[in-house]
């Protein structure tokens, strides 16, 4: 739990970190209220004193991608643990009881698709799939408390977790977006309509619970591997980065 | 017969029996996927029996966001039993909807469904050209471990993030593993040199799934660079144990290492007197002192005094006096000049002789200082003898002149009061302008009068005694009261003064090289102005008289 909690807030600093230089560049004021230690407050100073100059885009980039890394490999632990104490024998042998709600978006498939996307675009996707996930973590985070699982309360905090790299990561993002470009900031509206609950019975709720981390699982692996490429684009100049 | 025909129709049976035992095929089951670099992907399935026909295997695939059941692309590239799907077929965020039908003439089976997502099938092969590099640079080996990434793993472009794990063994210890992250490199010091090592790498694509681990590599780091140190620090004991000799040797030979320091740190020279041996002073003894300030004098040897000495002093307060005297160095109105005939036996100081002198320089306290002895005519007789005589007053400058102005002084000196006296020739520069006044410069311990002819300034003369009140009383001159075997000089004042009084047996002259330190003199003079017309001796830089 410590490690958890201690990665919890190296992750919200360093997302506001890139938050505060971005935003603070345009308006010059507003610092971030977020929990910031001694030596990130010191970071953030210093690079508030050269946030005005031109950051380059590849440092913001590379720490948004460390963040949706976490958050995929948050994401994938969760499966795992549901998966130890819930055999997907049902999903085993059917299909997905209905489409994640975010599969209405069009996204690259395979590699060569995804290095055509342009750079605008791909952020564009980025921040939807993050955007459409906000509800639904709550549902879910709502649940993992009262839910007929064992592992539940690492369940829980692994979800809230999730939740604070997801809100932080969207915040920077909104800013470093606004650095590339209208194409970027465009987003789709993917609203959750699965309801506020999952079920009634056991089974039900935990096939449904088990069904939104997976698509969970997805959309933050699509989230990491776009910010990535936009990363490896951007620092071309270093290439031990890539 | 009949045992042959059984056994013929038993064989002809199991003939027929083999052939007919045909069946449909067994239900294959799929074994899984893999898909290596995140790009294409592979399944492999286990088939069931075959019901002894030949059976074919075909494997059906449905897809998300695909309509229609597709069959496999390719059996062959991914070996027996396997279905290979290349990077047109393959879609990373979608779940596939596999199976395998096995088929035959009989029948066909199908295995169950297996639906995943590929991105849950990313599993990377190991890392390969893992070199291992025993770097045994001092001060310590260390292992240089490289590994490259799995072939056609595309990390440049960021579709794939890939992680990797080394570990290391030592020849009959356990694993150590090591998170090495995204490089490739990886510096390992924790290592014993001329053990063995095993070493194996692994990775992961994007958090997927470990990839097995690489070829073993192995190491033994070498031994001899313990014979490089130990080289090493046979050179540093050496310097080290001659470092410590040369100090030792300058410790003892103290001489050596104060002629090093006095070579390297000079002494600072303090402020010397020329002439002047510091360890005098230490000795205490006054004559010694004196002697050392003053210089070494030649003064002659003294004489005695006899007591057929006569002496007497003429003081005279005319200024006749001083215009006749053709060295006159002195224009002071009133000059109080003493003169002080001695006879040529005055060889010897004697305390009687000194006395009857002084008294008589006594007698001229007089402002008209009218005194004639009445030996004045036998000071003329004896006047030549005054050149040998062997005193130690010194006349001031006029060396040449001095019987001249004896025989002045034998005139009515009524007005002229000043003290004659000889003079050496070789104790200081005289100037030609210099007062005419001698100075007592030394007394030693036989109650010699030694008399400086210093430069004395008419004009600072003139003007303190006009300041003062004084006649020809120059700062540091006294005046002479009495002359005993014990002392030289002591100043009289005049007994009027109450204070002089008490100076009369406690008169302390400062010693002074120039006429800079008035003070006591001033004292002195101060106080007893009245006195001045009488006769008076330049005072000698001061001791104390007791």
């Given at each position: 739990m410590d490690v958890k909690g201690s990665k919890k807030a190296k992750k919200a600093t360093g997302s506001s970190r890139t938050r505060n230089r971005l935003r603070n560049c345009e308006t010059g004021e507003k610092m971030a209220q977020r929990r910031i230690s001694g030596d990130r407050l010191f970071i953030t100073v210093v690079y508030l004193v050269a946030m005005c100059r031109a950051v380059p885009i590849g440092d913001l980039l590379d720490r948004a991608s460390q963040?949706?890394?976490?958050?995929?490999?948050?994401?994938?632990?969760?499966?795992?643990?549901?998966?130890?104490?819930?055999?997907?024998?049902?999903?085993?042998?059917?299909?997905?009881?209905?489409?994640?709600?975010?599969?209405?978006?069009?996204?690259?498939?395979?590699?060569?698709?995804?290095?055509?996307?342009?750079?605008?675009?791909?952020?564009?996707?980025?921040?939807?799939?993050?955007?459409?996930?906000?509800?639904?973590?709550?549902?879910?985070?709502?649940?993992?408390?009262?839910?007929?699982?064992?592992?539940?309360?690492?369940?829980?905090?692994?979800i809230q977790e999730l939740q604070e790299h997801s809100k932080s990561l969207a915040d920077g993002l909104d800013i470093l977006s606004g650095k590339m470009g209208p194409d970027a900031q465009a987003t789709s509206s993917l609203p959750y309509t699965g309801g506020t609950d999952l079920g009634q019975d056991r089974v039900t709720i935990l096939n449904k619970f088990a069904f939104l981390l997976s698509c969970l699982r997805r959309d933050s692996h699509k989230i990491d591997s776009f910010l990535k490429v936009l990363r490896c684009r951007a620092v071309k100049l270093q290439p031990e980065l890539c | 017969m009949r045992t042959h025909l059984s056994l013929a129709m038993l064989c002809v049976l199991s003939a027929a029996g083999v052939c007919s035992s045909t069946s449909a095929p067994g239900r294959p089951s799929l074994l899984g996927c893999r898909s290596p670099e995140k790009e294409t992907f592979s399944c492999w399935w286990e088939p069931g029996s075959d019901g002894g026909l030949p059976t074919e295997y075909r494997l059906f695939y449905m897809r998300e966001n695909l309509r229609g059941v597709h069959e496999c692309p390719d059996y062959v590239s991914a070996g027996k039993n396997s279905c290979f799907f290349d990077k047109e077929h393959t879609s990373i965020w979608a779940e596939y909807n596999l199976r395998v039908v096995a088929t035959n003439a009989l029948g066909n089976a199908s295995s169950d469904f297996l639906i995943n997502d590929v991105m849950k099938y990313v599993k990377p092969y190991p890392p390969v050209n893992v070199t291992v590099l025993a770097n045994s640079s001092t001060p310590s080996a260390y292992l240089q471990i490289q590994w490259k990434s799995p072939p056609n793993v595309d990390v440049k472009s960021g579709w794939v993030t890939a992680n990797y794990e080394l570990r290391i063994k030592q020849n009959g210890k356990e694993w150590k593993n090591v998170e090495t992250g995204a490089q490739n490199v990886l510096n390992l010091y924790s290592v014993d040199p001329g053990a063995s090592y095993m070493i194996q790498v692994r990775c992961k694509l994007d958090h997927g799934n470990w990839s097995e681990w690489s070829n073993t590599t192995f190491v033994k780091i070498p031994k001899h660079h313990q014979i490089e140190n130990r080289f090493w620090i046979l050179v540093f004991a050496f310097a080290l144990i001659t470092l410590l000799a040369t100090i030792c040797i300058l410790v003892l030979k103290r001489k050596l290492l104060l002629s090093l320091k006095q070579w390297f740190l000079p002494p600072v020279p303090g402020p010397m007197i020329r002439g002047v041996d510091v360890q005098l002073f230490k000795s205490g003894r006054p004559e010694d002192v004196v002697n050392a300030l003053i210089g070494n004098q030649n003064f002659p040897p003294m004489m005695p005094w006899t007591d057929?000495?006569?002496?007497?002093?003429?003081?005279?307060?005319?200024?006749?006096?001083?215009?006749?005297?053709?060295?006159?160095?002195?224009?002071?109105?009133?000059?109080?000049?003493?003169?002080?005939?001695?006879?040529?036996?005055?060889?010897?100081?004697?305390?009687?002789?000194?006395?009857?002198?002084?008294?008589?320089?006594?007698?001229?306290?007089?402002?008209?200082?009218?005194?004639?002895?009445?030996?004045?005519?036998?000071?003329?007789?004896?006047?030549?003898?005054?050149?040998?005589?062997?005193?130690?007053?010194?006349?001031?400058?006029?060396?040449?002149?001095?019987?001249?102005?004896?025989?002045?002084?034998?005139q009515p000196l009524t007005n002229t009061t000043y003290v004659e006296f000889q003079q050496r020739e070789n104790f200081w520069d005289i100037s030609p302008t210099q007062a005419e006044y001698s100075r007592v410069k030394e007394v030693n311990s036989e109650t010699i009068l030694i008399l400086n002819n210093e430069n004395i300034l008419p004009g600072s003369d003139v003007q303190e005694q006009e300041v003062n009140g004084e006649v020809n009383t120059p700062d540091d001159y006294s005046r002479v009261k009495e002359v005993n075997s014990d002392l030289v000089l002591l100043q009289k004042h005049d007994s009027n003064d109450s204070y002089c009084k008490k100076k009369e047996d406690h008169y302390t002259v400062s010693i002074s090289q120039r006429p800079t330190t008035p003070h006591e003199g001033d004292h002195s003079k101060g106080l007893c102005s009245e006195m001045v017309e009488s006769g008076y001796v330049d005072s000698v830089p001061g001791f104390s008289v007791k």
């Amino acid at each position: 739990m410590d490690v958890k909690g201690s990665k919890k807030a190296k992750k919200a600093t360093g997302s506001s970190r890139t938050r505060n230089r971005l935003r603070n560049c345009e308006t010059g004021e507003k610092m971030a209220q977020r929990r910031i230690s001694g030596d990130r407050l010191f970071i953030t100073v210093v690079y508030l004193v050269a946030m005005c100059r031109a950051v380059p885009i590849g440092d913001l980039l590379d720490r948004a991608s460390q963040r949706s890394d976490k958050m995929h490999s948050l994401s994938t632990l969760l499966t795992q643990e549901m998966d130890t104490h819930f055999p997907p024998y049902g999903r085993m042998q059917m299909q997905r009881p209905a489409e994640c709600h975010t599969s209405a978006l069009q996204t690259p498939n395979d590699k060569e698709q995804a290095l055509q996307v342009s750079n605008s675009d791909l952020m564009s996707l980025v921040r939807s799939l993050l955007q459409a996930w906000v509800d639904p973590l709550v549902i879910l985070s709502n649940s993992a408390i009262t839910l007929p699982h064992p592992a539940k309360s690492s369940i829980s905090s692994r979800i809230q977790e999730l939740q604070e790299h997801s809100k932080s990561l969207a915040d920077g993002l909104d800013i470093l977006s606004g650095k590339m470009g209208p194409d970027a900031q465009a987003t789709s509206s993917l609203p959750y309509t699965g309801g506020t609950d999952l079920g009634q019975d056991r089974v039900t709720i935990l096939n449904k619970f088990a069904f939104l981390l997976s698509c969970l699982r997805r959309d933050s692996h699509k989230i990491d591997s776009f910010l990535k490429v936009l990363r490896c684009r951007a620092v071309k100049l270093q290439p031990e980065l890539c | 017969m009949r045992t042959h025909l059984s056994l013929a129709m038993l064989c002809v049976l199991s003939a027929a029996g083999v052939c007919s035992s045909t069946s449909a095929p067994g239900r294959p089951s799929l074994l899984g996927c893999r898909s290596p670099e995140k790009e294409t992907f592979s399944c492999w399935w286990e088939p069931g029996s075959d019901g002894g026909l030949p059976t074919e295997y075909r494997l059906f695939y449905m897809r998300e966001n695909l309509r229609g059941v597709h069959e496999c692309p390719d059996y062959v590239s991914a070996g027996k039993n396997s279905c290979f799907f290349d990077k047109e077929h393959t879609s990373i965020w979608a779940e596939y909807n596999l199976r395998v039908v096995a088929t035959n003439a009989l029948g066909n089976a199908s295995s169950d469904f297996l639906i995943n997502d590929v991105m849950k099938y990313v599993k990377p092969y190991p890392p390969v050209n893992v070199t291992v590099l025993a770097n045994s640079s001092t001060p310590s080996a260390y292992l240089q471990i490289q590994w490259k990434s799995p072939p056609n793993v595309d990390v440049k472009s960021g579709w794939v993030t890939a992680n990797y794990e080394l570990r290391i063994k030592q020849n009959g210890k356990e694993w150590k593993n090591v998170e090495t992250g995204a490089q490739n490199v990886l510096n390992l010091y924790s290592v014993d040199p001329g053990a063995s090592y095993m070493i194996q790498v692994r990775c992961k694509l994007d958090h997927g799934n470990w990839s097995e681990w690489s070829n073993t590599t192995f190491v033994k780091i070498p031994k001899h660079h313990q014979i490089e140190n130990r080289f090493w620090i046979l050179v540093f004991a050496f310097a080290l144990i001659t470092l410590l000799a040369t100090i030792c040797i300058l410790v003892l030979k103290r001489k050596l290492l104060l002629s090093l320091k006095q070579w390297f740190l000079p002494p600072v020279p303090g402020p010397m007197i020329r002439g002047v041996d510091v360890q005098l002073f230490k000795s205490g003894r006054p004559e010694d002192v004196v002697n050392a300030l003053i210089g070494n004098q030649n003064f002659p040897p003294m004489m005695p005094w006899t007591d057929q000495v006569e002496e007497y002093l003429l003081v005279s307060d005319s200024d006749a006096w001083q215009l006749t005297d053709p060295c006159k160095c002195h224009k002071k109105k009133e000059n109080l000049t003493i003169e002080l005939h001695l006879e040529s036996k005055i060889q010897h100081r004697k305390s009687t002789p000194g006395q009857n002198a002084w008294e008589k320089a006594e007698e001229s306290k007089d402002e008209t200082g009218d005194l004639e002895s009445s030996d004045v005519s036998q000071s003329e007789s004896n006047l030549s003898n005054m050149e040998p005589m062997k005193l130690l007053i010194e006349e001031q400058g006029c060396p040449s002149t001095e019987k001249a102005a004896l025989t002045n002084v034998i005139q009515p000196l009524t007005n002229t009061t000043y003290v004659e006296f000889q003079q050496r020739e070789n104790f200081w520069d005289i100037s030609p302008t210099q007062a005419e006044y001698s100075r007592v410069k030394e007394v030693n311990s036989e109650t010699i009068l030694i008399l400086n002819n210093e430069n004395i300034l008419p004009g600072s003369d003139v003007q303190e005694q006009e300041v003062n009140g004084e006649v020809n009383t120059p700062d540091d001159y006294s005046r002479v009261k009495e002359v005993n075997s014990d002392l030289v000089l002591l100043q009289k004042h005049d007994s009027n003064d109450s204070y002089c009084k008490k100076k009369e047996d406690h008169y302390t002259v400062s010693i002074s090289q120039r006429p800079t330190t008035p003070h006591e003199g001033d004292h002195s003079k101060g106080l007893c102005s009245e006195m001045v017309e009488s006769g008076y001796v330049d005072s000698v830089p001061g001791f104390s008289v007791k």
